[in-house]
């Protein structure tokens, strides 16, 4: 078995919308620390300097969103109300959902702007293949070429409505993408609702999960590294976050050799 990673790195050094602070304490100032804290706190003295090098344990300290990395957004992330009841958070979601046969989609042609209904069954025509109850469904756009940087926020498809709609009619139950948003980007839908005042153009894949209950992983990568359109498994676990509306999660396929 082959294991691919479809995680993307959560990377103070990469540009964010919400900027990312990590602040790493050395094995060397951990040393420190834990003296200070053995005289402080229990009376007790001990010399860093006896620890072999000097040194004891790193420590990552980081300040992010639940939605930086490649993460799963929870119903709850959609809304406070949902119309089949009260929205479920990331920790209350069935892990059977995130350890399942996937599908990718190569919709690499579509730019930047909406993937609809048409297109996916166009794209499932094409590989011969139907989702099952319960697959998980992977939007391959490209977009993750552009992580890192300003136009990753910016230049990406993303599904209507009826897109999401036709997949979760399928029984699908997450759906995952490379782009940093299920939905379009914010300026294309904007404009797109400035132009036609049709308010079902505004985060039209988020605002699906009011009606019915599914996820999405978002930010995903390397779907191009996929050797088959199905036939894998994709684990998505999501971290157990309470109260939360996200996870983040090291998805990865796993494939058969």
Known sequence: MRIIDLSSAIDAAGWEPDPITHEIMTPAEGARHMSEEMREHFGLEFDPAELPGGELLSLDTLTLTS????HVDAPSHY???GDYGVPRHIDAMPLDWFLRPGVVLDLTDVGTGVIGADRIEAELRRIGYRPQPLDIVLIHTGASRHAGT??????FAGL???AVDFLLDLGVRVIGTDAWSLDAPFTHMIKSYQETG?????WPAHFAGRR???CQVERL???ASLPKPFGFTVSCLPVKIAGAGAGWTRAVALVDE
């Open 221 to 223: 990568t390397e779907l």
């Open 160 to 162: 209507d409505g009826p």
């Open 198 to 202: 049709d308010p079902s153009v505004l």
């Open 67 to 70: 939605h930086t990395g490649t």
């Open 150 to 155: 300003p136009e990753y926020f910016t230049d």
């Open 212 to 214: 019915r209950e599914y």
């Open 79 to 81: 809304g406070s109300t």
